[in-house]
T-cell receptor, first 115, second 115 residues
Framework: AQSVAQPEDQVNVAEGNPLTVKCTYS??????LFWYVQYPNRGLQFLLK??????LVKGSYGFEAEFNKSQTSFHLKKPSALVSDSALYFC?????????????FGTGTRLTIIP | GAVVSQHPSWVICKSGTSVKIECRSL??????MFWYRQFPKQSLMLMAT?????????EQGVEKDKFLINHASLTLSTLTVTSAHPEDSSFYIC???????????FGQGTRLTVV
């Protein structure tokens, strides 16, 4: 079984400040981790992924995420928040078992950047 | 990244009628597509896995006779909500990937309102 926890339903950050959106996961075997962003009434847009290699992954729009195996975490970060970053963010995981394409999503975190 | 197109973006139908939603992979072939349902302010709930040339695999609790899935080609999957009722009103999203070890790409979503 695989699962994802996003402990914060809502995160508010002042524009220009660094932001962090938290994610922890549980999966058998090695994880394949993702962050997606969703704007109102739209599908999900891919931000970044971790499969192997460097623990710090860089993605779209200046976002990055750090894989921490010991803490089973994959927090999303950005050094300086923009108002346009306000959206709903989903962390997702799947195991690296061959043939497993099924993603499990967290409950989402609504990020609001305050001007 | 790859493009997944979903149509229509929104639809309003009368109770008792059926609605078809299309999901197309525009620039790649997808042997597997996924259909999700998203309730307001909630995460994505996987409804079924659509397999090209074979029957869809439904998640527990999802009525296969109500949510008919057809994956007739490598670029098209359809979800038909049969005999729709107001409780079927929701946001439906499809996704497709280019393999088990790649990220999924999502359609724009379909807002279904049953009146």
């Amino acid at each position: 079984a695989q699962s994802v926890a996003q402990p914060e339903d809502q995160v508010n950050v002042a524009e220009g400040n660094p932001l962090t959106v938290k994610c922890t996961y549980s999966v058998s075997g090695n994880p394949y981790l993702f962050w997606y962003v969703q704007y109102p009434n739209r599908g999900l847009q891919f931000l970044l992924k971790y499969i192997t290699g460097d623990n710090l992954v860089k993605g779209s729009y200046g976002f990055e995420a750090e894989f921490n195996k010991s803490q089973t975490s994959f927090h999303l970060k950005k050094p300086s928040a923009l108002v346009s970053d306000s959206a709903l963010y989903f962390c997702a995981v799947k195991s690296l078992d061959f043939g497993n394409e099924k993603l499990t999503f967290g409950t989402g975190t609504r990020l609001t950047i305050i001007p | 990244g790859a493009v997944v197109s979903q149509h229509p973006s929104w639809v309003i139908c009368k109770s008792g009628t059926s609605v078809k939603i299309e999901c197309r992979s525009l620039d790649f072939q997808a042997t597997t597509m996924f259909w999700y349902r998203q309730f307001p302010k909630q995460s994505l709930m996987l409804m079924a896995t659509s397999n090209e040339g074979s029957k869809a695999t439904y998640e527990q609790g999802v009525e296969k006779d109500k949510f008919l899935i057809n994956h007739a080609s490598l670029t098209l999957s359809t979800l038909t909500v049969t005999s729709a009722h107001p409780e079927d009103s929701s946001f439906y999203i499809c996704s497709a990937g280019q393999g088990w070890n790649t990220e999924a790409f999502f359609g724009q979503g379909t807002r279904l309102t049953v009146v």
